[in-house]
């Protein structure tokens, strides 16, 4: 979508190596997250950022770190890439004006560990 | 947390109305009823969201219940272009610390 831009869109990675997933926004919202879905699980929050180098665990955050160490960047880093964490990685961006709300998805990052 | 229940699947024929249920009977006050929709292999899309007037905007209609306790949202003429899993979600205003959590939505199959 527009503002958002995930990097890379797809990336096969071997069991071990460590992979870092890039999102970018140009919108200056404040809060930036990262979700993974997968078939029968549905779309679950890894980690998200209410600012820069804040940031804060999600449900399935087991696994994975993140950085934002610039408002417009929000980086998720599988350290040790394992066969269950391949799914499809979405980002997402918000921020919150008086009635304005809405949360911004980028297209997604296709990662599969073999 | 469930905090609301929608249908698993649903099918509409195209250009027809397509009326997509949720219920929500544990919201609170402060709470708002959103929706969100994610075609195949995309990203979720904000459609649209409100706290006890129905709503209306260029995608779709919202219809919340006197009580609150639950809501409808309206595709006036669907297209095949609405195909889609779509949530129902409540929360806060403003509660930026507080992620969108999401269930597993009602799959929408607009049919020809």
């Known amino acids: 979508d527009a503002g958002i831009t995930q990097s890379p869109r797809h990336k096969v990675t071997e069991t071990g190596t460590p992979v870092t997933l890039r999102c970018h926004q140009t919108e200056n919202h404040r809060y930036m997250y990262w979700y993974r879905q997968d078939p029968g699980h549905g779309l679950r929050l890894i980690h998200y950022?209410?600012?820069?180098?804040?940031?804060d665990k999600g449900e399935v955050s087991d696994g994975y770190s993140v950085s934002r160490s610039k408002t417009e960047d929000f980086l998720l880093t599988l350290e040790s890439a394992t066969s269950s964490q391949t799914s499809v990685y979405f980002c997402a961006i918000s921020e919150f004006r008086g009635l304005q709300e809405g949360y911004t998805f980028g297209s997604g990052t296709r990662l599969t560990v073999v | 947390d469930a905090k609301t229940t929608q249908p698993t699947s649903m099918d509409c024929a195209e250009g027809r109305a397509a009326n997509l249920p949720c219920n929500h009977s544990?919201?609170?006050?402060?709470?708002?009823v959103y929706w969100y929709r994610q075609i195949h292999s995309q990203g979720p899309q904000y459609i649209i969201h409100g706290l006890k007037n129905n709503e209306t905007n260029e995608m779709a209609s919202l219809i919340i219940t006197e009580d609150r306790k639950s809501s409808t949202l309206i595709l006036p003429h669907a297209t095949l272009r609405d195909t889609a899993v779509y949530y129902c979600?409540?929360?806060?205003?403003?509660?930026?610390?507080?992620?969108?959590?999401f269930g597993k939505g009602t799959r929408l199959s607009v049919i020809a």
């Open positions: 979600i409540v929360r806060a205003l403003n509660s930026g610390n507080t992620p969108l959590v």
């Open positions: 950022s209410y600012g820069v180098k804040d940031t």
């Open positions: 544990t919201i609170s006050g402060n709470e708002y």
